[in-house]
């Protein structure tokens, strides 16, 4: 678990999290926290709207956010059904699938850090209850609730809610 506890990130609903890495994958949950606190941080993240706040802490949270191994993703996001390649919000429970944060997807071609920061703000719409959308139009941007994992439909890449 990453150690310290990080600012209040926003003025809305405070939502509580810890950031973990399973152990053998070849992440710092130090730098895994960084990638998760800064963006959250964004302005164009969740804090974006008012609604949400978000802190890290290394106590008691509302979200467990863990970065896993593909097989552990599977086991921890049944009985959705993962199949070693993406992540999942499972009850209090983000899980962050490791081949995802590793190789990213095609569509966000060189961009890593940009599909880090959609898988980040895609789980955690989850946490806070929301649900998958679709597109809205070819050659528009994806809303950030798409499963933009498994293919745009048309939208271009787009890791935030408040683009």
């Given at each position: ?5 990080g600012a209040r990130l926003g003025s809305g609903r405070l939502i509580r999290y810890t950031v973990e ?143």
């Amino acid at each position: 678990m990453a150690a310290g506890e990080g600012a209040r990130l926003g003025s809305g609903r405070l939502i509580r999290y810890t950031v973990e890495v399973e152990g053998g994958l070849p992440y710092g949950a130090t730098g895994i926290a960084r990638a998760v606190d800064t963006t959250l941080a964004d302005p164009h993240s969740w804090i974006g709207g008012g609604e949400y706040a978000f802190q890290r802490t290394n106590g008691d949270g509302d979200v467990r956010v863990l970065l896993a191994s593909p097989a552990t993703t599977d086991q921890l996001c049944a009985p959705l059904r993962t199949r070693g390649e993406v992540s999942c919000r499972n009850g209090d429970l983000v899980v962050i699938n490791a081949r995802r944060w590793a190789d990213g997807i095609q569509a966000y071609g060189d961009d890593l850090a940009a599909y880090r920061q959609y898988i980040v703000n895609h789980e955690m719409g989850h946490a806070i209850g929301l649900g998958h959308v679709g597109c809205p139009g070819a050659g528009r941007m994806a809303p950030v609730m798409l499963q933009q994992t498994y293919g745009l439909d048309g939208c271009t890449p787009n890791p935030w809610p408040y683009p």
